[in-house]
């Protein structure tokens, strides 16, 4: 923030104390949505499993990721082939995708 900018920001509260005390409840607010990503992104121990056919991403005992599932206690790539040689040791949920444009309307 350039000091101009600063110093307008500074002059919209009433004192200093009341544009401290914003500053702080900002970074509150931040400080929660950092935490509420991170425990999104979080990986989970694959003695957790997540829900059945539920595709995420599987971390193997090799250090590798691949997308899969669990299928009746059973890991799977997303092809449907088991895991057999390789350990799931944890999983996470797949990232949302990017926001969709609403569909256009044809005249």
Known sequence: ?????????????????SAAYAAY???QRLAAE????????AWVSSET??????L???ATSDGDVYPGYIDGGVWRYADAMP?????????????PGPPREPA????
């Not at 923030?1 to 104390?17: C, G, L, N, V």
């Not at 895991?83 to 990232?95: F, M, N, T, Y």
């Not at 256009?104 to 005249?107: E, I, L, N, Q, Y």
């Open 83 to 95: 895991v057999s040689v390789l350990e799931v040791v944890a999983w996470r949920a797949l990232p």
């Open 49 to 54: 499993p997540p829900d059945d056919e539920s």
């Open 56 to 58: 995420v991403l599987l």
């Open 1 to 17: 923030m350039r000091p101009t900018k600063f110093r307008a920001w500074m002059d919209s509260y009433p004192s200093p104390w």
């Open 104 to 107: 256009a309307c044809a005249d």
């Open 34 to 41: 950092n935490a509420r990503l991170s425990a999104e992104q």
């Open 25 to 27: 409840q900002h970074v």
